[in-house]
């Protein structure tokens, strides 16, 4: 991560900051508003990442972009303090931390696969066809690769396991991101190597996400850097301050 990250978040909006209605504007979260401003006012940048950002799940381009606008226009008239809305441009968000209500702290891979076979199936998105299939996006630094670039024990028998018993594994990178570059190509010829390495070293998954999309929905997103959101954000600032 690049150092001047160390004070984001990276915040899901469905079900973490408002309830989900989607394609409307749920009401917040209890205590989310008031959690929001005491983080902006302890130094936090913050962030929304959300799959409102992914054009999939409209019909025009357009209704994705007022979709946003809808949004930002909500959380303003709610009182939430102004928090950035990613537009699905640009890529992967960095940040210190993820919050998520379908968020799963990665610990090691024995773990993980535990947790998600103990958990149903809450796929928000389960009456979109693409999305039926139960779908991990597993954020690669740190859970599949490490920081010098070497596979994470267990990964590789363990994305195997997850895609014979039927999951959809999509694997994300922070690398996706725009900032790191000075062009798109040089940004794609970075995620070229990645894929290569994956493959070299036989890794499966189903999807690489190279950032062109927006966050893509699914049923558990995996990092490193996670803290999962388990409906309060009394627990949520504990952690954090």
């Not at 999939?56 to 939430?80: P, T, W």
């Not at 102004?82 to 210190?96: A, E, F, Q, T, Y």
Request: net charge positive; proline share 2%.
């Amino acid at each position: 991560m690049i150092k001047k990250y160390e004070n984001t978040l990276i915040i899901d909006l469905d079900n973490t900051l408002i309830q989900f209605n989607f394609p409307h504007i749920g009401k917040p979260i209890e205590y989310a508003i008031e959690a929001m401003h005491i983080l902006v006012s302890r130094g936090w940048k913050c962030y929304i990442y959300s799959c409102r950002n992914n054009p999939m799940l409209y019909k025009y381009l357009e209704l994705r972009d007022m979709n946003i606008f809808s949004v930002a226009l909500a959380l303003k008239s709610y009182g939430f303090p102004k928090i950035d809305i990613d537009s699905g441009r640009v890529g992967k968000l960095i940040g210190k931390w993820y919050i998520d209500d379908q968020g799963i702290k990665f610990q090691s891979w024995d773990k993980l696969i535990n947790i998600i076979e103990k958990r149903n199936n809450n796929n928000i998105f389960k009456n979109n066809n693409f999305y039926n299939i139960k779908t991990v996006n597993i954020g690669i630094e740190n859970c599949i690769l490490s920081r010098d670039n070497k596979i994470i024990d267990g990964s590789k028998d363990a994305l195997s396991y997850m895609i014979k018993k039927g999951y959809r594994i999509i694997l994300s990178t922070i690398k996706s991101n725009l900032i790191y570059y000075d062009s798109f190509h040089l940004r794609n010829k970075e995620l070229k190597n990645i894929i290569n390495l994956l493959k070299g070293e036989k890794i499966q998954y189903s999807y690489f996400d190279d950032g062109y999309v927006g966050k893509l929905p699914a049923d558990f997103y995996i990092e490193e850097n996670m803290i999962p959101f388990n409906g309060s954000w009394h627990e949520v600032l504990d952690f954090l301050l």
